[in-house]
């Protein structure tokens, strides 16, 4: 169950019970009451699978985006309004699979968006194919006799690749997945937040149990700014699973760099083109 606020829409939600996605989407709901945001001033741009029905429950501005694109999307959109607060949400199968190549450049780029993958390690919406962060082993109607490719670590990646906020949560933790999407949308920059979503219809292996017998948060004495550390307690994952702010680091973002300079060739464009001129050269 979800509890309602000014963020949640009137349309019937049919993720199955006890979806993860129901956590998630309840963090994202406090997330935005806590930073007192309108429903006006947010974007979500969301992929292709299960955790994309949320484009018909969340009271904000959304758009589902082909598969693999919402960062893209996002990205555009961001440029085009720079006051907006743009999400990009998707799923471990959309972000890290299709959309990976999205997500590595937005790493480095540093776009102003908050980027959150739901990650049920399956593809659960085509009813769970292995996806890009399935667990070696782990049979699917794909892989009958188990996964044999490397599983990916989104946090890991995103590391390498710049990302200037690097987060990772669980849907069975909402109140500190909502810590963490607050910290998140606060940050200027591009956040990776990788969230446990456990599937129990499709994923019998990575339950909330499985989760929470593992999960543990980093502590107030973590240091997010240590890289190295950074990389250290990403790469942890079997026995215990830390969740929490891994790294963050402040730049200047794509749109620090790119709006100047697009302002200024619009301006060229309109103020010093002659258009009568340009008009009558193709009459
Ligand atoms: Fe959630 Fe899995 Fe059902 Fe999709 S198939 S709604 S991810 S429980």
């Known amino acids: 169950m979800v509890s309602k606020n000014r963020f949640q829409t009137d349309q019937q939600i049919i993720w199955c019970p006890g979806c993860g996605n129901f956590g998630v989407f309840q963090a994202l709901q406090n997330t935005l009451e806590e930073l007192n945001l309108r429903p006006d001033q947010v974007l979500a741009v969301f992929g292709i699978g299960c955790h994309g029905h949320m484009a018909n429950y969340l009271k904000t501005y959304t758009v589902e985006a082909l598969h693999g694109r919402a960062i893209p999307l996002a990205m555009g959109v961001k440029l085009a309004n720079n006051s907006l607060t743009v999400l990009a949400i998707a799923g471990d199968g959309d972000q890290l699979g299709e959309g990976g190549n999205h997500l590595i450049h937005a790493c480095r780029k540093n776009p102003d968006i908050k980027c959150l993958i739901h990650n049920n390690q399956l593809y659960s919406l085509t009813v769970g194919q292995a996806s890009p962060t399935s667990d070696l082993g782990t049979k699917t109607k794909t892989t009958p006799d188990g996964v044999f490719d490397q599983p990916l670590n989104p946090l890991t990646l995103a590391l390498a690749s710049g990302?200037?906020?690097?987060?990772?949560?669980?849907?069975?933790?909402?109140?500190?997945?909502?810590?963490?999407?607050?910290?998140?949308?606060?940050?200027?920059?591009?956040?990776?937040?990788?969230?446990?979503?456990?599937?129990?219809?499709?994923?019998?292996?990575?339950?909330?149990?499985?989760?929470?017998?593992?999960?543990?948060?980093?502590?107030?004495?973590?240091?997010?700014?240590?890289?190295?550390?950074?990389?250290?307690?990403?790469?942890?994952?079997?026995?215990?699973?830390?969740?929490?702010?891994?790294?963050?680091?402040?730049?200047?973002?794509?749109?620090?760099?790119?709006?100047?300079?697009?302002?200024?060739?619009?301006?060229?464009l309109f103020l010093k083109t002659d258009f009568k001129k340009l008009i009558a050269e193709f009459r």
């Not at 499709?202 to 890289?227: C, H, I, P, S």
């Open 163 to 268: 990302a200037s906020f690097v987060a990772r949560g669980f849907a069975g933790n909402v109140p500190q997945l909502t810590r963490i999407l607050i910290e998140a949308i606060k940050h200027k920059g591009f956040a990776v937040i990788d969230i446990l979503q456990p599937c129990p219809s499709l994923n019998k292996a990575n339950t909330f149990q499985w989760f929470q017998q593992r999960v543990y948060e980093l502590g107030k004495n973590y240091n997010f700014k240590d890289k190295n550390k950074a990389f250290e307690k990403a790469l942890e994952w079997g026995e215990k699973i830390p969740i929490g702010i891994f790294y963050q680091e402040n730049r200047p973002t794509l749109e620090d760099h790119l709006l100047p300079v697009l302002k200024k060739s619009i301006n060229n």
